[in-house]
């Protein structure tokens, strides 16, 4: 058993009852002066993982940062070398205490021995950092000039640092870890032929083409009024909930639309799944049999896990951010989110004032937002009129609305456009891929849209 170490007067910070673990940050610096001479991996693991700033005592940071230092000069990490250091940089060294810090611990050779007491000091380091947040909104909320608006958002700025400063360790890896991550996911998908890499749009040929809606991708569906985005959209979320559902694999997701309401979106999910038509569920003017199809399919959308969010007067970035967050919390898991549509999510910063600064900004965060939590992100996007006064009224990258940055993030992006621009009554429509970074674009796959029961179905099962 380890002796408990006496820090020394002169480097030891005032005493207080700020979260931390003095014996896990003792392990991990006595471990790493007695073995980093014979194993410099894990110096330089347990430099990528850890900062300063995740060391509570004095004397503990300051050997922490000699330890960088040694370790970013390409030199040997011992008692000798660390001591040295700290007298060179004209600090006072305890060497007595440093010398004691390498008594009785264990002969690790691996940095993941010291994964239990790595995960301790970087939570006590969250925790004393959202203390500090909390003693700095105290302070500022009872400021007399406060502006309610700007003290929110920068609290949610502080808030995601310190999530960030969580993540960042996590977030590096070795060229080493990520071709054993990659060869790992071929192999699986070498192993079932025809496998999507992403989730189900329920458009055989669409999958074929994208690979299914892929974690971390942003995917934007596109089309003018009445062509039926927001229906495509829930045809799309729906398909992928009940391929979990069949598979006992239930998937969780969140939808947000800024155009209808809850009760709109179920009617149409339940029209989707039962084939009535949604002016029949509306006023209930169903046959016994519609009846009975229209509550297996209310149960059946009863039970996934999908969440919908009703009633925000502002949508933001930050805000979004935060309902992702409260699902994972609720479900364990998140697997996408929709929203329609993008140009109605309203920037988190003040000074974006106009349309184009806004939704640019919302679209890099809403990417950002996709793969931090390596989920798909589906958004639906208005177009700008333009097209319509060509001669050739087939979408284009360009034609998006508000600003090049949302085909620029994307990795896929589909037009929903007529079969026939002069014939609107026409129920055909065209898929066309105008954007797809894993594969073919410029495909357009021929679908026929059913608006009374809020469906599409594929013409044929081959693509043009």
Sequence with gaps: MRTAQTEPAHLTAPIDDRPHDAEAERMILGVLLKMGDEYPAMIAEMVAELSA???????????????????????????????????????????????????????????????????????????????ALGNWLMVESN?????????????????????????????????????????AELEQRWSSPGALAGLTTGLPDLDRLIGGIRPGGYYCIAAGTGMGKTTLALNIVNSILADGASKDRPVAGLMISLEM???????????INSMIDTSRIQSGQMTPSEKAAFLRASQEIGQHHLDFVE???KVTPQSL???????????????????????????DKKALDTEYARTSEVSRELKRLALQHNMPVIVLSQLNRQSTQRSNQDYTLSDIRSTGQIAQDSDVVLFLMPEDWANKEDPRRRLHIAKNRSGRSEVTIPLIFFPEQSRFAVIEESYR
């Design 143 to 183: 400021a007399t000039d406060l502006q309610i608006d700007d003290l929110i958002y920068e609290a949610q700025s502080k808030l995601n640092g310190v999530s960030l400063l969580r993540e960042t360790a996590d977030n590096l890896i070795s060229a080493n870890e990520a071709v054993n991550r990659t060869m």
């Design 311 to 313: 009633g925000f007067g």
């Design 261 to 271: 309401t809850c009760s709109e979106l179920i009617v149409k999910l339940i029209g």
């Design 53 to 131: 700033e995740d060391f509570y005592r004095q004397p503990h940071r300051q050997i922490w940062k000699a330890i960088q230092r040694l370790h970013a000069a390409r030199e040997t990490v011992d008692f000798l070398t660390v001591t040295r250091s700290i007298q060179q940089s004209n600090e006072p060294a305890d060497i007595a205490y440093i010398s004691g810090l390498i008594d009785g611990v264990p002969f690790y050779s691996r940095a993941s021995a010291l994964a239990p007491h790595v995960d301790i000091l970087k939570s006590t380091a969250t925790k004393r950092q959202l203390q």
């Design 321 to 347: 951010a935060a309902m992702v967050e409260r699902v994972k919390l609720k479900y364990g898991r998140i697997d996408f989110l929709c929203i329609d549509y993008v140009q109605l999510v309203d920037g």
